[in-house]
């Protein structure tokens, strides 16, 4: 580890360890060092996936299952304080939103611009990598961005998540005019609704069964449907999002846009029984999303031009002695957020929209 810090860093840190199914322990470890092209980042806020909670829940996402001890928590803000030896010294002090992960760069995917699809990838609380739920983490340098003081630790957390939401209306090429129709009026909805407007959309309608995500997504200027009540088959959508992972959401969207319309599923739904002579004759365009490329920027330009709103969706913070009461959603809430720098708060809950 290079010497360029603002403070002396200590040899050791707290983590927050998932050790088994439903088993969370506190450890001492190590503070990492930096590799060469590397900076080390005090966490400040870590937000909490759906994907944290899979793993604490189940041990496993598909083909990922955790065989060892892991560190989850991949929605990361810090503050830089030590860098490697081929890292600009002045970076030493920078707040920063990082994008978790580190391709390998050389494969075919990583020099066609998609590293996402990168199979070399590491990505934070994937096993095997560890992720942030701990006082200090690594990453290479220009995935660390650099965020003004006008947006906040929580924020630039959340900037995850909204790249996800980016990624999705990149995918889904939303432009100015369209009509987008969201499944799903969670965090990710959300979002993606929020981004959807950014984008030019002139009518984005989010649909959730449930009267509290719709009052949530109303709040921040959608236009809701209770699906169960009332349809959207006539819709004529541009682009469908699917943000809810249900089989008849998923379904229901996909007859909701017009034809040459995009479906792009977000969520996380096994299968799902599609209609090949719908598809075929409508040419209606089915496509995923996994994580994302180069959308940090973007997500930088829209929270400093006001287009979208992070920080209203927190309505929880935990210290690092909490994270089990996080990742079970104790207390209820929308957005969760954990302090590894602090070891307890008192009251989680912070208000937020619901």
């Known amino acids: 580890m290079d010497e360029m810090t603002t403070k002396s860093v200590p040899s050791t840190m707290t983590a927050s360890v998932l050790r088994a199914v439903h088993e969370i322990v506190l450890e001492e470890r190590a503070v990492p060092t930096c590799a060469p092209d590397e900076v080390l980042v005090q966490v400040a806020s870590v937000g909490v996936c759906g994907s944290d909670t899979h793993y604490y829940e189940h041990g496993r996402?598909?083909?990922?299952?955790?065989?060892?001890?892991?560190?989850?928590?991949h929605e990361v803000s810090g503050r830089i304080v030590a860098v490697g030896s081929n890292v600009a010294p002045n970076r030493v002090g920078e707040r920063v939103a990082i994008e978790p992960q580190r391709p390998c760069r050389s494969c075919e995917f990583c020099r066609d611009g998609a590293y996402n699809l990168c199979p070399h990838m590491e990505f934070y609380a994937t096993p095997p990598i560890d992720g942030a739920f701990c006082e200090y983490v690594l990453i290479q340098d220009d995935f660390a961005y650099t965020v003004p003081d006008t947006i906040s630790d929580h924020a630039a957390a959340l900037m995850e998540p909204l790249s996800v939401g980016i990624a999705a209306a990149q995918k889904g090429g939303v432009k100015v005019g369209d009509t987008v129709l969201i499944a799903g009026g969670g965090p990710i909805g959300v979002i993606c609704a929020q981004v959807a407007r950014a984008f030019g959309a002139a009518d984005v309608v989010v649909a959730d069964i449930d009267p509290g995500r719709r009052a949530l997504a109303s709040k921040y200027g959608a236009r809701v449907v209770d699906p169960a009540a009332e349809s959207?088959?006539?819709?004529?959508?541009?682009?469908?999002?699917?943000?809810?992972?249900?089989?008849?959401?998923?379904?229901?969207g996909i007859r909701s846009l017009r034809a040459g319309g995009t479906a792009v599923l977000v969520?996380?739904?096994?299968?799902?029984?599609?209609?090949?002579?719908?598809?075929?004759?409508?040419?209606?365009?089915?496509?995923?999303?996994?994580?994302?490329?180069?959308?940090?920027?973007?997500?930088?330009?829209l929270l400093l031009a006001g287009q979208v709103d992070l920080?209203?969706?927190?309505?929880?913070?935990?210290?690092?002695?909490?994270?089990?009461?996080?990742?079970?959603?104790?207390?209820?809430?929308?957005?969760?957020?954990?302090?590894?720098?602090?070891?307890?708060?008192?009251?989680?809950?912070?208000?937020?929209?619901?």
């Open 61 to 73: 996402i598909g083909d990922y299952v955790v065989t060892a001890p892991l560190v989850l928590g």
């Open 232 to 252: 959207t088959e006539d819709l004529g959508a541009h682009v469908f999002v699917d943000a809810s992972g249900a089989t008849p959401a998923i379904l229901n």
């Open 267 to 301: 969520g996380s739904a096994d299968q799902i029984p599609l209609s090949v002579p719908e598809i075929a004759m409508r040419e209606i365009n089915v496509t995923g999303t996994f994580r994302y490329t180069n959308t940090w920027p973007i997500a930088r330009a």
């Open 311 to 354: 920080d209203s969706l927190v309505t929880h913070v935990y210290g690092i002695e909490q994270v089990e009461e996080a990742l079970t959603g104790t207390g209820g809430g929308l957005k969760r957020i954990v302090l590894p720098g602090v070891r307890r708060v008192d009251e989680p809950s912070v208000g937020g929209l619901i």
